[in-house]
């Protein structure tokens, strides 16, 4: 079993890389989807990622808590996949919980990649290659997210960078 951290830019193919990769890998997967719905755009990205993954799959959509729902639900599962971290990060810090809270949780996640017999692959955005934001919410989160990304290439056993749909193997 290994783990596979897919990060890159928004629409540059990290999803779709997964899912390949996770059908690759053949087996069960356990599809764990970390976005809401909070607006129109978001609904219509939400539904287009639904339609995008084979129906077999089980999918659970779960903003916060990712490593009690791998536990609960991981079941058969030999594949579990993460889309995304960028989101489960902006979710525990839009709640208030801070930095500390989500960090605490990227490492439980890596808790269960090494400890479960399955592969992981998660999916994260890089979101430290644009404009620094202009308030202290962003500039944070995008701190945050940086070294939350930093930790898990550190533990994952392959990373990729997708560039214009184009996967380059980092590790």
């Keep these: 079993m290994k783990s596979i951290l897919i990060t890159g830019g928004a629409r540059s ?4 890389f997964a899912q390949k990769l996770a059908i690759e890998v053949g087996g069960k997967v356990l ?3 970390t976005a809401e719905a909070k607006d129109e755009d978001m609904r219509l990205r939400i539904e287009t990622h639904r339609e995008s993954r084979p ?11 990712i490593s009690e729902i791998i536990a ?9 996949v993460i889309d995304c971290i960028t989101m489960l990060v902006a979710n525990i810090m839009l709640q208030g919980r801070g ?4 960090l ?16 992981f692959i998660l999916v994260s955005n890089e979101v430290g290659l644009g404009l620094v934001p202009d308030n ?3 500039r944070r989160y995008r701190d945050c997210l940086g ?16 560039v214009a749909g184009i996967p380059i193997r980092l590790k």
């Design 147 to 162: 070294r939350a990304n930093q930790i898990l290439a550190q533990h994952a056993d392959e990373v990729y960078l997708m």
């Design 55 to 65: 129906a077999g799959w089980k999918t659970l959509e779960a903003p916060l808590g």
């Design 104 to 119: 605490k949780e990227i490492k439980a996640i890596i808790n269960q990649m090494h400890e479960l017999k399955a592969t």
């Design 13 to 16: 193919g990290k999803s779709q």
């Design 99 to 102: 930095e500390e809270l989500a």
């Design 72 to 80: 609960q639900h991981m079941g058969e599962a030999e594949i579990v």
């Design 31 to 33: 599809f764990i989807a």
């Design 136 to 138: 202290e919410l962003g």
